[in-house]
């Protein structure tokens, strides 16, 4: 559509000086320099296709060389990237399975080369994780992409959460699961997901860290039945 509005404007504008020539009966060297490059225009609007819309499958991840081009431009380009991948926050470019994409996707590539051109952007880390864990099961990239978001957001317990969600849905790793939960609660989380990384620090064979996060809320607890039920636990966890 935009392509034939660019000829008809062109062929208009081109007809409409000829006229106004014509009609002053005179042509100047700029007239004739005008219609010459109106027709040039015009002329190339018919003859040249309209550009390809891209494919999907055509789509090729940034090379990482772009981090020793950014000087002083990395935000700028770490934002690009990201508006890019917003774009296209579903898609797969290589399958393992209906439900599964393989790891190092094209997703992966564009939101790890974002967050190491910005290494504060937050968001990058939580829903380019969120997005290659649920949206097209990428779960080693999305590890990867959880883990480079804790150490730079350690005390974000909104990040520790669904990094730990995705630690023991799909790492299935307890342990790592349960670090990351409590590291949450540490920071703000319900209250409730003390006691579930206690529970999954149990089941993951690590009674020491178990025993520790049941301490600790039986320390910072004043409800007498609670701090009963805490220390039942923690007796269980000793046994």
């Not at 559509?1 to 062109?10: G, Q, V, Y």
């Not at 409409?16 to 060297?29: D, G, L, P």
């Not at 978001?149 to 790592?176: C, M, T, V």
Request: with cysteine; glycine share 4%.
């Amino acid at each position: 559509m935009l392509h034939s509005l660019i000829k008809m404007l062109t062929l208009k504008i081109m007809i409409s000086w000829v006229t106004r020539a014509i009609q002053n009966n005179r042509f100047y060297v700029s007239d004739a320099a005008v219609i010459v490059l109106l027709s040039g225009l015009f002329l190339t609007q018919i003859f040249f296709q309209k550009p390809a819309v891209l494919k999907k499958s055509e789509y090729l991840p940034p090379p990482q060389i772009i981090q020793n081009l950014a000087t002083g431009l990395q935000i700028q380009i770490s934002d690009s990237l990201w508006l890019r991948a917003l774009q296209d926050f579903d898609y797969c470019d290589k399958k393992v399975n209906e439900v599964e994409c393989t790891s190092e996707s094209w997703l992966y590539q564009i939101v790890d080369l974002t967050t190491d051109l910005d290494k504060r952007f937050r968001d990058a880390y939580f829903f380019g994780a969120m997005s290659l864990t649920v949206l097209i099961s990428d779960y080693s990239g999305a590890s990867q992409i959880f883990d480079k978001g804790i150490l730079q957001f350690p005390n974000d317990w909104r990040l520790s959460y669904a990094a730990a969600y995705h630690a023991l849905f799909e790492e299935k790793n307890k342990l790592k699961a349960s670090q990351l939960y409590y590291a949450a609660a540490e920071n703000g989380a319900p209250a409730w997901v003390h006691v579930l990384a206690g529970r999954l620090a149990d089941e993951g064979g690590e009674r020491k860290f178990a025993q520790q996060i049941l301490k600790q809320m039986i320390e910072n607890s004043k409800e007498p039945s609670l701090v009963k039920r805490l220390q039942n636990k923690l007796d269980g966890v000793k046994d």
